[in-house]
């Protein structure tokens, strides 16, 4: 009976009393029981680290141990700005992600926008299958499809190319090709599940607006531009504000599946740095600082572009 | 399928038009892109040597051939990495969807207190964290270096997973029918077996596969935390070591499989690492994309 009266309570603001906290605590107990376990890990595998960072104000000595290392204050900063190889990774890291954004978030849009257009359901539905595929693969996989399609000597393309009397081209061995290479396999990559999304956003829009603009007399193209592309704006801002997020960021494993020893010039990122610092030569204080920083910037950036479209007028994501 | 039924569409004017014609060509365009690769790596699997060394391989198989298969299937180290993962991903799964449960319903629940701050939480995880060293350090003083609980434990828990899933709890079961549990006398425990999880069967299935697929194709802890243990190497590191490294210096790792020509071993290990996502995909892609679309809308 304790239970049902409880609900009773819940329903009815009007005779709702103000509780102590104990109170709750012995009436939903198993609820607070249930959200424990996944507490306990959330604090020892993301809270627990957090304090690692402090060794980037630290000289940190394996030996001397977390607490027994020396503080250093900013001085791990200031080495680290001063580094050649830092400075190349952030240019890296911004060049790389800014093209990213600017291929990889816009074609899911345009191709979102297509696959709406089509009438016919099945056409829609055997090629988004076909669009997913490459979302399910894993980058080692892919790098290793983009070696054996794209490689210099063997790769089909190059193949082709020859075949119709062109000269093959090296799209991972020199630097700018393979930049090139890397921005197309992440459209690649992505396009198709990133359909998914903005899909969902089209089919919640009212199709009596259709209509309407149809009795308007409006063209398939005003439609898009009037109705739809508007229709979907506000999801397009948030993921974009999501995506802005990661600009310092970027992925570990793609990077490092498709870099190679003859293209050294971009692939020298933030996070391909934290590696190679941290665990291939063991300076764990700069590793943690190059970290600490890319996590500021980006939640300073989330944080900014989330103000910017509040301004805007859009709902935003904080 | 809402989002396949599309918006757009006027019923009563379905002839194909010009720009019709011209955008289905757009998409086949852009399908074929998404596809000739995949099978062109599975021809060259599936040929000989010589074709392939001729250049002669593009989308069908020439001079027909499982002979590199073979020798993948005698190699007890790709067999052992293919256990690994597998043990790996089904443990991980399993306690990712019991860690994912076990937040959200207490969070999709208007009358649990403190719901905001434990929300809080849990979703600040996703904008900010420690980063690689530190997680590093944490893997190392809980003693997880090099063995499977290091790929098993920290990712293990997903703010993303949980927020698609609270979404759904909060929206996709009707109130009325937890009240009428809560009359007959049932606690959180008995409604959570009884009501919910069987009503939630659709973003279960959604959140697990999210979870098996990421487990799969990870690598770059493994990477990290699997050092010396070679005996424990993922699938997608073995395949990083045997296909990636080896594309660059032509050697291959120590390994029992040796062919004339590593272009179709290569071939044959990427399609073997393909295939159990590949023979899953179509059967669940329906589950996919109804589970991000339950994310998405509601957000």
């Known amino acids: 009976m304790k239970i049902a009266s409880a609900s009773k309570t819940n329903q009815s603001p009007l005779l709702r009393r103000k509780q102590g906290f104990a109170y709750y605590l012995q009436r939903d107990w198993q609820l607070y029981l249930l959200v424990m376990l996944p507490l306990a890990f959330v604090i020892v595998f993301k809270y627990l680290p957090m304090t690692g960072l402090v060794i980037a104000f630290k000289d940190y000595k394996i030996a001397r141990g977390f607490w027994g290392s020396e503080w250093v204050g900013m001085e791990v900063f200031q080495e680290l700005f001063a580094k050649a190889d830092f400075i190349k990774a952030v240019r890296n890291t911004l060049l790389l992600n800014v093209l990213d954004l600017c291929f990889s978030f816009t074609m899911p849009i345009v191709l979102a926008l297509l696959l709406n257009e089509v009438k016919s359901i099945r056409f829609k539905r055997i090629n988004q299958t076909i669009l997913y595929l490459p979302h399910f693969l894993s980058w080692v996989i892919i790098g290793a499809i983009a070696y054996q399609l794209l490689s210099e000597g063997g790769g089909v393309v190059n193949n082709l190319i020859e075949l119709m009397g062109g000269t093959r081209i090296p799209f991972l061995q020199e630097d700018n090709n393979w930049l090139i290479s890397y921005l197309a396999i992440g459209v690649w990559q992505s396009m198709g599940w990133g359909t998914i999304i903005y899909l969902a956003a089209m089919s919640g829009i009212n199709p009596e607006m259709y209509e309407a603009a149809t009795v308007d007399g409006a063209g398939r193209w005003r439609k898009v531009w009037n109705i739809t592309l508007p229709s979907i704006r506000a999801t397009i801002v948030t993921l974009l504000i999501m995506a802005l997020g990661k600009v310092m960021d970027g992925s570990f494993e793609r990077i490092y599946a498709l870099q190679n020893k003859a293209t050294t010039e971009f692939t020298t990122t933030i996070p391909v740095l934290v590696y190679r610092w941290g665990i291939e030569s063991g300076n764990f204080s700069r590793a943690t600082a190059i970290g600490l920083f890319q996590s500021v910037i980006g939640i300073i950036l989330v944080i900014s572009a989330d103000r910017v479209a509040k301004k805007l007028g859009e709902d935003g994501i904080l | ?299």
Request: include cysteine.
């Open chain 2, 1 to 299: 399928m809402k989002a396949t039924a599309g918006g757009s569409a006027v019923p009563h004017k379905a002839r194909i038009d010009i720009w019709e014609f011209l955008i289905r060509l757009a998409i086949i365009l852009v399908s074929l892109i998404c596809l000739l690769p995949f099978i062109h790596v599975v021809s060259k699997s599936l040929s000989s040597d010589s074709f392939v060394i001729a250049n002669k391989v593009f989308l069908w198989p020439q001079g027909f051939t499982i002979e590199a298969y073979k020798k993948i299937f005698a190699d007890a180290s790709i067999l052992r990495s293919l256990y690994i993962t597998v043990i790996v991903t089904v443990l991980f799964t399993i306690l990712g969807m019991i860690l994912t449960i076990c937040a959200a319903y207490p969070l999709s629940r208007a009358q649990f207190k403190g719901r905001r701050v434990i929300t809080f939480i849990f979703l600040f995880t996703m904008y900010f964290s420690g980063g690689i060293i530190p997680d590093y350090m944490n893997i190392n003083n809980l003693g997880l270096m090099d063995t499977i609980w290091s790929l098993v434990l920290p990712l293990s828990f997903s703010a993303f997973n949980l927020l698609i899933m609270k979404t759904s709890l909060t929206h996709g079961i009707p109130v009325s029918l937890e009240e009428s549990a809560r009359i007959d006398g049932a606690g959180h425990f008995r409604i959570l077996f009884s009501i919910v999880l069987p009503l939630s069967k659709p973003i279960m299935a959604t959140l697990a596969l999210f979870y098996a697929v990421g487990r799969w194709n990870a690598y770059q802890d493994a990477l990290f935390y699997i050092k010396h243990e070679i005996s424990l190497r993922p699938l997608q590191l073995k395949l990083y070591y045997l296909v990636i490294q080896a594309s660059e210096s032509f050697q291959l790792e120590a390994t029992q499989v040796q062919l004339s020509n590593p272009e179709v071993l290569k071939a044959s290990v990427v399609v073997f690492a393909t295939l159990p996502i590949l023979c899953v995909y179509p059967f669940v892609q329906k589950y996919f994309v109804q589970g991000v679309m339950l994310g998405a809308v509601k957000e």
